[in-house]
Nanobody, 126 residues
């Protein structure tokens, strides 16, 4: 069973930084897409960043230049580095994963994912 467990959320002031981590376990995939999503109650879920098994990333325009996604394949950990945080970044952040049929596949922000973590809350105050 594939499980994803996020950590690292919290409360920060605008302009601050946080690093989210996601431990992914139970998978034996040779190729994958993983991503971070965020959601505010009452609003549509938003894909923030994706990364594939070749470490190719796609970043949403809303966070480009401020957020970065990375992975440690040896430890099976996905990261989201968030800098210059704004109050509008306040949301529940979810780590997600999807196996792919071939290596190096592009992971578009609009793709769907089968596996989701429970989420970690990020709150940015002005």
């Amino acid at each position: 069973e594939v499980t994803l467990v996020e950590s690292g959320g919290g409360s920060v002031h605008a302009g601050g930084s946080l690093r989210l981590s996601c431990v992914v376990s139970g998978y034996m995939w040779q190729s994958w897409c993983m991503a971070w999503f965020r959601q505010v109650p009452g609003k549509q879920r938003e894909a923030v960043a994706t990364i594939n098994d070749d470490a190719m990333t796609t970043i949403a325009d809303s966070v480009k230049g401020r957020f970065a996604v990375s992975q440690d394949n040896a430890k099976n950990i996905l990261y989201l580095e968030m800098n210059s945080l704004k109050p509008e970044d306040t949301a529940m952040y979810y780590c997600v994963a999807q196996s792919m049929g071939f290596g190096g596949a592009w992971c578009p922000l609009a793709m769907s994912f089968d596996y989701w973590g429970q989420g970690t809350q990020v709150t940015v105050s002005s």
